[in-house]
């Protein structure tokens, strides 16, 4: 099924984000291939790992690679929806793939970040790198969860993120390779592990709402 260049959820209209458009153009000669979207998800799950353990070290060159693979792993991460969307593989196995992948790598990079942080022989601040991609990384887990539910409750459009001129919150992750290059990674998971927690209470708030707005549905 094709998706336009604007979507519209209950009367507002929300531009499709750049490198979703981009995905859709780069998987749109697989419309009738073997490959499925189940596929494309392994293939970001694969790479989304191979940051994570290239982040563990906690050397520059390393952590540059990382960054550039993570990337690779967000942007790979669009390749699977919009092939579902242009072949009609959909699925609600695949769905859950998606989103369970999605959790993994998130939370798996950023404890990663706390396991290579930790190498440091110093660190400006009392509490260990680890516990801070802890922090960072179950919070984003719980934001995963909690968008999924509101999802099953709301459908697609009450769990859009915020998106702005095309870009949506989670493409912030695009910049790490400049957080890497400048040797910031420490900042940028202290940084995490302030902001996850905060944006998972706006989440739990956002759930909170979808399950009012349900029960009187529920109820007639």
């Avoid at 952590?63 to 991460?77: E, G, K, P, T």
């Avoid at 196995?93 to 993994?104: E, N, W």
């Avoid at 990674?185 to 739990?204: D, E, G, S, Y």
Wanted: aromatic fraction near 8%.
């Amino acid at each position: 099924m094709s998706t336009p260049d604007h979507l519209s959820y209950s009367g507002s209209v929300v531009q499709r984000p750049w490198d979703a458009r981009l995905a859709r153009s780069l998987v749109a000669p697989l419309k009738d291939s073997w490959v499925t979207p189940n596929h494309l998800t392994t293939v970001r799950l694969g790479v989304g790992l191979a940051a994570s353990a290239a982040f563990l070290p906690g050397t520059y060159g390393w952590s540059n690679l990382a960054a550039l693979l993570l990337v690779l792993s967000n942007f790979l991460d669009h390749t699977d929806g919009e092939l579902a969307r242009l072949s009609g593989k959909s699925s609600r196995i695949g769905h859950v793939y998606d989103l369970a992948s999605d959790a993994a790598v998130t939370i798996l990079v950023f404890i990663a970040m706390g396991v290579g942080a930790a190498t440091a022989p110093e660190s400006w601040l009392p509490v260990p790198p680890l516990a801070l991609g802890l922090v960072a990384g179950f919070a984003i887990a719980l934001i995963f969860f909690l968008r999924m539910r509101i999802e099953d409750l709301a459908g697609k459009a009450g769990s859009q993120q915020a998106a702005l001129g095309g870009f949506e919150t989670e493409d912030v992750l695009y910049l790490l390779p400049l957080v890497t290059l400048s040797n910031a990674v420490m900042p940028f998971l202290t940084a995490a592990a302030a902001c996850a927690p905060l944006f998972a209470l706006w989440v739990v708030l956002d759930y909170r709402r979808a399950l009012r707005q349900r029960t009187p549905q529920a109820a007639r």
